[in-house]
């Protein structure tokens, strides 16, 4: 099984990364990775905050675990850590399995993010 990849991007036109996106997915022949995109950083950063990048670093490999065991990994209340990974699989970064737990299933994340002067 080919590892999967995950680009997030930060492009208020996210109408025209998609279009672009569609055409590139639709020209290929191979995987192309998956992409998620937020329309500003304050949306980026709101969502994915350090303590949610801890968790899907925690799991990233790891294959399926149950959120308390997920919690106690990473030295954090139960309650908040499923609040977390609630909000993760929200945004698709991380899956749930038919067993109950949790996995992650992207090998590796990049961001992609321009910080560009005002025109």
């Not at 801890?54 to 997920?70: C, F, H, N, S, Y």
């Not at 067993?99 to 090998?107: E, Q, S, T």
């Amino acid at each position: 099984m080919e590892k999967r990849t995950l680009t997030i991007t930060v492009d208020a036109d996210w109408q025209g990364a998609l279009r672009t996106l569609a055409r590139q997915a639709f020209s290929a022949e191979t995987y192309q990775g998956e992409s998620l995109n937020f329309a500003t950083p304050g949306a980026f950063f709101g969502k994915l905050t350090q303590r949610r990048w801890a968790l899907l670093r925690l799991l990233q490999g790891t294959g399926e675990i149950t959120v308390r065991d997920l919690a106690h990994r990473a030295g954090r209340d139960v309650r908040r850590v499923h609040e977390d990974v609630t909000a993760l699989a929200d945004l698709g970064l991380l899956e749930r399995t038919a067993r109950g737990g949790v996995l992650c299933p992207f090998a590796d994340i990049h961001v992609d993010m321009h910080l560009r002067e005002a025109v």
